[in-house]
């Protein structure tokens, strides 16, 4: 028998390993390898970060989402990334915008003190545009569905047997409901660079403009310079789900029509947009711990137990026990916070 030749063989080899290799590697690095490093994140800061397993892929891989900032918070953002398994800017440009609230930047440590951050880096666990039943997840969701996407199983846009069948669709919906976000921002690439809304209010849309001008003063990368505004059409889409739920929501297309944006713009471009767009969201929902001119304990008084109590959170984060004991709201507390306290003592409302 006639043995192939050498070219042929190394073809052979490269096929298969190709084929074996593809569904672990996406266009910047694995799945693996990213969520891990979002692991390495919380492990480093046990005390302001955590994550947890939301649900699971049709065949078991875990959905997790990373918390990060006070869970005491009702200013809480959720970002998510990867509905469609192969586009995986959003995913990149999040775990950058959680490696920087740790970096010490006063806007971050305010946003750590003030907010509760929700990141789903990867909801789809293949590089697809479908799930592992083959269905397109941006047109499983209940509210519209069958107004977009295709019928045919065989269809990149299949949306499903039936409205929200799929696991990874039933578990966003259990953190719009269990979590109630003030605001959610959904990413995709290849479409843009365009924002999406659906039924969000004009008003907020004006205001988180102006917001997005403001803080590009400080932390360059505006999304507003180089996206359209768009109101979204038709259903199936998870903003509009989201949006039924009462949260304000947006589908961001990252990066140009038609590709995928390369890892340099996502670095030095895309981030810089994601940063600037978390911070002018974050502002306009954080909670509040400044009203009190001392009053951490809530009973209507400044006396000794609130001061005890400050003293009790001193350089720790204001949140759970101490969520009130951020007397001057500078997203820590201090001396500053005990001298603030002090000066109202014996004052009560």
């Known amino acids: ?8 063989i190394a073809l052979a080899i490269l096929v298969i390993v190709g084929s074996v290799a593809s569904p672990a590697f996406a266009l910047y690095e694995s799945k693996t390898s990213l969520l891990d490093k979002y692991k390495s994140l919380v492990a480093a800061h ?16 875990p959905i997790l989402m990373f918390r990060l900032g006070n869970p005491s918070s009702a200013g ?11 586009e995986e800017a959003g995913a990149v440009t999040a775990y950058l915008f959680c490696v920087w609230l740790f970096s010490g930047d006063s806007r971050a440590t305010h946003i750590l003190a003030h907010n509760y951050i929700l990141v789903i880096p990867e909801v789809d666990n293949l590089n697809s545009r479908v799930n592992e039943n ?34 990874e669709t039933k578990a966003l919906i259990n ?7 003030k605001f959610y921002i959904n990413t995709h690439t290849w479409g843009g660079p365009v924002i999406y809304y659906s039924s969000t209010a004009s008003s907020t849309i004006t205001t988180l403009k102006s917001r997005l001008a403001t803080y590009s003063t400080t932390y360059d990368g505006n999304p507003t310079s180089t996206n359209s505004w768009r109101r979204s059409s038709g259903g199936g889409f998870a903003i509009t789900t989201a949006n039924s739920y009462g949260i304000p929501s947006f589908l961001w297309e990252i990066g140009p029509s038609g590709s995928h944006p390369s890892y340099s713009d996502v670095i030095d471009k895309h981030y810089k947009e994601t940063r600037c767009l ?15 001119p ?29 969520t009130n004991c951020d007397i001057d709201g500078d997203g820590d507390i201090d001396i500053f916070d005990i001298v603030v306290a002090a000066g109202n003592y014996g004052q009560s409302w």
């Open 294 to 322: 001392g009053d951490a304990d809530g009973d209507g008084d400044v006396d000794i137990s609130d001061i005890v109590l400050i003293a009790g959170g001193y350089n720790k984060p204001p949140w759970g026990t101490y």
């Open 76 to 86: 809480v953002v959720l970002w998510d990334a990867e509905l469609h398994g192969d």
């Open 175 to 181: 953190v719009y409901k269990n979590y109630k976000p």
């Open 46 to 61: 046990p005390s302001q970060a955590s994550y947890v397993t939301i649900g699971y892929s049709p065949k078991g891989t």
């Open 1 to 8: 028998m006639k043995r192939p030749s050498i070219p042929i």
């Open 134 to 167: 083959h269905v397109n997840l941006n047109r499983n969701f209940p509210v519209g569905w069958g107004t977009s996407g295709s019928s045919s199983s065989t269809s990149t846009e299949y949306r499903g047997p039936s409205a929200g069948s799929e696991p």
């Open 278 to 292: 978390l911070i002018a969201i974050s502002s306009m929902c954080e909670s509040s711990t400044t009203p009190n």
